[in-house]
């Protein structure tokens, strides 16, 4: 049972054009997502996030979008440099009570390549 | 400094044997985690830590053991190891009772059960 969903395995950018990451979920109990990015034989960097209580995040150039309602988030990343070329997670959490500490849910990963 | 270390980086063994896998951090953080990436990519959590007590166990087989012997490392030791167990451990850590969950990571260990 994914609850975290990556439907492009891959996606292909040229440089300085914008790429755009797609990340859907199931549980409505996801409250705060992350974005994650992964190069070869090392482990998820942290990249972005966003509460739920927001609907944009911005850092530099990465923005990270969330539409509630449809349970859908995209992470756009503009303009794409070959060095962005890598695996990108997108990752939840649900609070639970008391405030102890969160799992996060994972997607399978967007292998993303930029292209000089 | 490396903030999340893992040892070893690669690990091959034979079916039925015993190996374990180190984990230390020292962000300062009181809790830690395991995760698993199968052959398919799916990264999932296994255990969770706080404060040396077993938070999170996600229905892993009991060959599967973590050891926190303090705040900063987190052991996992597995016994009879199975193919099936083939994949990349990776141990993470990160501060409890924030809404932000971010979880800072390790390089990763990859298991080979021949």
């Known amino acids: 049972d994914q609850q975290v969903k990556q439907n492009s395995p891959s996606l292909s950018v040229q440089e300085g054009r914008i790429s755009i990451l797609n990340c859907d979920y199931t549980?409505?109990?996801?409250?705060?997502f992350l974005w994650y990015k992964k190069y070869p034989a090392e482990g998820p960097t942290f990249l972005i996030s966003?509460?739920?209580?927001?609907d944009k995040n911005e850092d530099g150039r990465f923005t990270v979008f969330l539409n509630k309602s449809a349970k859908h988030l995209s992470l756009h990343i503009v303009p794409s440099q070959p060095g962005d070329s890598a695996v990108y997670f997108c990752a939840a959490s649900a609070s639970k009570s008391g405030g102890s500490n969160y799992k996060l849910t994972f997607g399978k990963g967007t292998l993303l390549t930029v292209n000089p | 400094d490396t903030a999340v270390s893992q040892t070893p980086k690669y690990l091959v063994t034979q079916m039925g044997n015993d190996k374990s896998i180190k984990c230390e951090q020292n962000?300062?953080?009181?809790?830690m985690y395991w995760y698993k990436q199968d052959s398919k990519k799916f990264l999932k959590i296994m255990f969770s830590y706080n404060n040396k007590e077993l938070i999170i166990n996600e229905t892993v087989p009991n060959r599967f053991s973590p050891k926190s012997p303090d705040k900063a490392h987190l052991n996992l030791h597995i016994n009879s190891l199975e193919l099936g167990d083939s994949a990349v451990y990776f141990c993470a850590s990160s501060l409890a009772y924030q809404a932000k969950n971010i979880q800072y990571f390790g390089a990763g260990t990859r298991l080979s059960v021949l």
């Open positions: 962000l300062g953080h009181d809790t």
């Open positions: 549980n409505s109990m996801f409250d705060y």
């Open positions: 966003i509460s739920s209580i927001k």
